[in-house]
Structure formats: C-alpha cells, structure tokens
C-alpha cells in the first residue's frame, strides 16, 4: 500500500476551495464510468492526497490549514458532486481526526498528523454485525505486555481498503471503547473487498478483520469518553454525510438540467415541442431549485454552528451546533432522493441506460442516506424547539 509522497500545502480556507474545485472538475470526467465498472479509484485518491485536502482539517498548531467547517463541507460536497463515491472515502478520516483533536495526546497529535500532513489516508472499521444495537461493539482490545492485540470482525469500513491507517473501534478489558489507530500492514489484519451496494460502488466500504493483531499503546487514543461529555465529535461526523448528500444533490440536478436543455421530450403538447416550455418541468425544477438552495444554506450555517462548538466546546454550543447540522442532514437527505427521482421522471427510460449513467445519483444517495434514520433527526430538532431537551451525545447526531 502506497501514499503520496509529494503533498501539497494547503493554508488557508480560499485554497481549499480552489483545490477542490479543480480536482471535483477532473473527478467528475469518468465517475459515470467508474460507477458503471466499479472501477476503484485508486489514480484519483492518489491525486486527492496529493493536493493536501486530506490534511485540512490538522489544526494550525500542528502544520494544518485548519479551515472551518464551512469550508470543510463545502469541500466534500464539491467532491461529491463530482463523484459520490469519492465525496464518502474521506469522511471517516476527516471523523478521526477530530476524535484525535479531542481526546489524543499531544504525542499522538504530533505523530498521527504530521502523517496526515505527509499524505496518509486513514480509512475507519467502527461498524459491526450481530450486536444488540448498532452502537454496541464486541470486537476485543487486550492488554499484550507494552502494546495490546485486537480480535474481531467489523463491515462497512468505508475507505479501509484505501488507508494506510484503520482507525478501528474496541472494547477493553474494562468494557471501555477505545480508537485504535492500526497500520493497515499490521500481521493479522485482513481488508476485504466484499462491499457491493447498489450505489455508492467504489466507497470501498468492504469488510475488514483483526487475527490477534497487535497495536501500540501510543496507537490507541480514548473514545468512548468523545461522547461521555459535550463535544463536536458527533456533529461533526453528521456535518460531512449531510455535505455528501448535498453535493450528490447537486449533481442530480445539474444533470437533469442539462439533459432537458439538450433534449425534446415526446409527451410534450405539440404547440410547445420543448422540455423548457412544459410547465410541469418547469415547477419541477422550481421545487428542486428552492429545496436544494435551502439544503446548502443550512449546511453552511452548520459548519458556523460547529465552528463555534469547536472554539467553545460547552453542553450549549455542542446542542446547537448538533441541531443545526440535524437540521441540514434532514434536508440534504430530502433533496439528494428527490433530485435523483426527478432525474429519472425527466429523463425518462433514457434514465436507465447504462452508457448515460444518469441513475447513478438516485442509487449513490439512497445508499448513503441509509446511513442513519433521518427520522430520528426530526425527533431531535423537534424535542429541542419545543421541550429544550437537548440531543444525545452520539456520533449520529
């Protein structure tokens, strides 16, 4: 497994966006290919390390941009928009990252981000099959003289396959979880290309399976105690699914308005032989237009809201900024299926063929949005307006 060697150096919010903005143009040439063959985009991934995205979050004491999260998530829904794929890979590293802001050490800050900076890629295997709940975690962190060995199965390890770091969920022999930070060379370990989804195909979300593996005490960073206190952990988790849905979003409706520019459509009356004369196309994309313009301004105004849970982290801040980015993953969820449904009522059987691949978007969101019931998002948003209850401290809110 290979990492690029000559990174970038990102500084600054404005660069970010550039960056993104330019590879989002060159990922976007073949992703309907790359969909349509699975092809795993491992050129691509190689060319996103080395614009130095991947270390945009690394906080500025540590060498990073430190960009808010505004930028953040502006920057993984271009990339989605491009390609869905491509826009999820980096969300769990991005994820932890700031489980490492948070609870690492500083040794473990210097010594994980400098590789962050050199252009490692760290994947996750947090999810598990068969426990009570999903987030109940069986698989077993043991003490092993200095360092400890880790056994267990975990599936849905979206980018694991990519990293060269796994960060891995665990229970101690105190029945505490920990986040082990685990080469991907480690003996024992084992990444298998199992995922097949019917959207989002190249995620890589395969699964991933530890042989007594053995991994350092300095490797091993607290996480249970992320979600024991208020902190931006779980929000900023939800921030990047909610940027993911959005930039799909975006690509669906970009597509279907260009393939009703560019297309005649039968059905129409024959007084008006054009698609952008058909007043139900019109009030189509009069309903995406508003509710996809409403989904980025709430995903803007989440990353504020998580900007000022990271520079003051209290219950109060941590509530609000979970509200706010609940509120723009409910709609990003909304507008990403409803773009893709529209997509296909526009363009008709065209929709289904193969060498358009214009049901990508439709199939990516409604994989991805699976990710967590967005009806609880609405249970939360509405417990807090009218109760004042505040959300629970998780990584799904």
Not at 281 to 300: D, V
């Amino acid at each position: 497994m290979t990492f690029s060697q000559h990174v970038a150096v990102i500084t600054s919010d404005e660069q970010a966006l550039i960056v993104a903005s330019d590879l989002a143009d060159d990922f976007k040439r073949d992703s309907a290919l790359r969909d349509r063959e699975r092809r795993l985009p491992y050129p691509e991934l190689e060319a996103f390390s080395r614009s130095g995205l991947w270390g945009i979050s690394v906080p500025k004491a540590y060498g990073g941009a430190g960009v808010s999260n505004v930028t953040l998530a502006k920057v993984i829904a271009l990339i989605a928009q491009a390609d869905g794929s491509l826009g999820q890979i980096p969300q769990n590293h991005f994820y932890a990252l700031e489980v490492l802001r948070v609870n690492g050490s500083q040794a473990q800050k210097q010594r994980l981000y400098a590789e962050v900076l050199a252009g490692q890629r760290f994947g996750n295997a947090l999810a598990e099959l068969g426990t009570k709940t999903a987030h109940d975690r069986i698989t077993q962190l043991r003490r092993d003289g200095e360092g400890y060995r880790i056994s267990g199965r975990k599936f849905y390890a979206t980018g694991a396959i990519y990293a060269q770091r796994i960060p891995t969920s665990v229970v101690d022999e105190n029945g505490v979880q920990q986040l082990a930070f685990v080469p991907r060379n480690s003996r024992g370990l084992t990444v298998i290309d199992d995922w097949s989804g019917f959207g989002q195909r190249t995620t890589g979300s395969g699964s991933v399976v530890f042989e007594d593996v053995y991994v350092t005490a300095e490797d091993v960073v607290p996480f249970q105690s992320a979600f024991e206190r208020p902190t931006p952990v779980g929000p900023l988790a939800q921030i990047l699914h909610a940027a993911i849905d959005t930039g799909i979003a975006r690509a669906a409706y970009e597509d279907a308005l260009h393939f009703v520019r560019s297309k005649t459509r039968p059905w129409i009356d024959a007084t008006s032989d054009v698609a952008t004369e058909d007043p139900h196309t019109l009030k189509s994309f009069g309903q995406l237009s508003i509710r996809l313009h409403a989904a980025e301004a709430l995903l803007e105004r989440a990353g504020e809201f998580l900007d000022r849970a990271q520079a003051d982290t209290q219950a109060d801040t941590v509530a609000a900024a979970s509200i706010a980015v609940a509120e723009a993953r409910a709609i990003s969820t909304e507008i990403s299926l409803a773009a893709g449904s529209t997509l296909f009522e526009l363009a008709g059987s065209q929709a289904t063929l193969a060498e358009h691949g214009l049901d990508r978007h439709w199939r990516n969101a409604r994989v991805h949005t699976l990710h967590d019931p967005v009806r609880w998002k609405y249970h939360a948003v509405g417990n807090f307006y009218l109760n004042d209850e505040k959300p629970p401290l998780r990584g799904t809110i």
